[in-house]
């Protein structure tokens, strides 16, 4: 990792608010749920996206329409779970580190953001000629079916965290 | 007394045949787990959706029936797992939610919630004017919005609290 990076995480890791949420029985707890409340909001959201895509909900509303309608509230709840899981990541960065499926959860964020990116800026350029049918073309289908496999692992993987690291 | 029989259950339970594969294969309780959260996740963002639709606040383009009627049929059986998996989890540990109040309050604001999210469903498929009659039922309506987000947020903070109120 970059040695800025590293700096960075170590003076995170060592400030009074890192020390707080480590030492403090009801900080952790509270931000945890938090954290847990906000990633279901972006998980059951993008899903109900996703089974538009797939052409199995909402198959009446047009792709734009459906988008428009719930992906506000997925970027609201996105940056609080981010928020809330940077609290959790500086008071124990060194350990959350050195955990397996916190790096992976890391990783399949970003595939997921980057299917999000490819599927905007390639696959779904002329969208609006085939928004409103329900069968969507394949790309569209296949964005979708990714995304479901990647957020659930999203899932996986931050649950597998809290019973392989002994923090809280 | 109460306690004594909730003691002996949990002790019966977590003698059978059952738990004991539950206990013992490690795997088995975050895999619960994993998908208990993900149920989770679909229900609380049906709700919330509509619960946003009622404060015109998301897909004002479409109507309160129809968000209500793509949003929250999913939810009862999605609950079902959730049940199976609940169940599961409490049979390989009894303890950490039978002895647990926690657990009970839970229970109680799932059981306000639900009702809430049903009388919601049935009102609009009775009469898709229902919450759009006069001001009054406006008012009314985003009232018993405000109370559903605030009763799925509990079911979720109770949720993670189980696990940091257990009693050893």
Redo the contacts between chains.
């Keep these: 990792m970059m040695p800025q990076l590293q700096h960075l995480i170590a003076y995170l890791e060592s400030s009074g608010l890192a020390d707080n949420i480590r030492e403090n029985d009801v900080l952790f707890?509270l931000i945890?749920?938090v954290h847990?409340?906000a990633?279901?909001?972006v998980?059951?959201?993008i899903?109900?996206v996703d089974l538009r895509l797939l052409g199995l909900?909402?198959i009446q509303?047009p792709l734009r329409?459906v988008m428009r309608?719930?992906l506000?509230?997925t970027w609201c709840a996105f940056v609080v779970a981010v928020a809330s899981g940077g609290l959790m990541f500086i008071s124990n960065a060194t350990k959350y580190l050195e955990n397996g499926y916190f790096i992976a959860k890391i990783f399949l964020i970003a595939a997921a953001g980057l299917n999000m990116v490819i599927f905007h800026g390639i696959s779904g350029k002329d969208l609006s000629r085939w928004e409103s049918e329900a069968r969507l073309p394949l790309p569209a289908r296949l964005a979708g079916g990714l995304s479901i496999l990647l957020w659930?692992c999203v899932?996986?993987c931050g649950?597998?965290i809290g019973?392989t690291m002994k923090v809280g | 007394m109460v306690d004594a029989a909730l003691g002996d259950l949990s002790k019966w339970l977590a003698a059978t045949a059952l738990s004991h594969t539950i206990q013992t294969a490690g795997w088995v309780i975050?895999t619960l787990?994993?998908i208990h959260?993900?149920g989770?996740?679909?229900i609380?963002?049906?709700a919330?959706?509509v619960d946003?639709r009622i404060w015109r606040l998301?897909?004002r383009?479409?109507p309160l029936p129809d968000v209500a009627r793509?949003?929250l049929p999913t939810i009862w059986p999605v609950l079902l797992i959730l049940l199976i998996t609940g169940g599961l989890l409490i049979v390989g540990e009894p303890r950490r939610s039978l002895l647990n109040f926690t657990f009970y309050f839970k229970m109680a604001l799932l059981a306000v919630a639900l009702l809430l999210t049903g009388g919601l469903q049935w009102s609009l498929s009775a009469a898709p004017e229902f919450w759009d009659k006069d001001r009054g039922r406006r008012m009314a309506g985003r009232l018993v919005a405000t109370v559903s987000v605030l009763l799925w947020?509990g079911v979720?903070?109770a949720?993670?609290?189980i696990?940091?109120t257990q009693s050893g």
Excluded: H, K, M
């Design positions: 707890p945890e749920s847990v409340l990633i279901c909001l998980v059951g959201s899903l109900a909900a909402s509303r329409r309608g719930i506000p509230l659930v899932v996986a649950r597998w019973f | 975050p787990q994993i959260i993900l989770v996740a679909v609380f963002t049906s919330i959706l946003l998301l897909q383009d479409a793509r949003f947020c979720l903070f949720g993670r609290w696990a940091y």
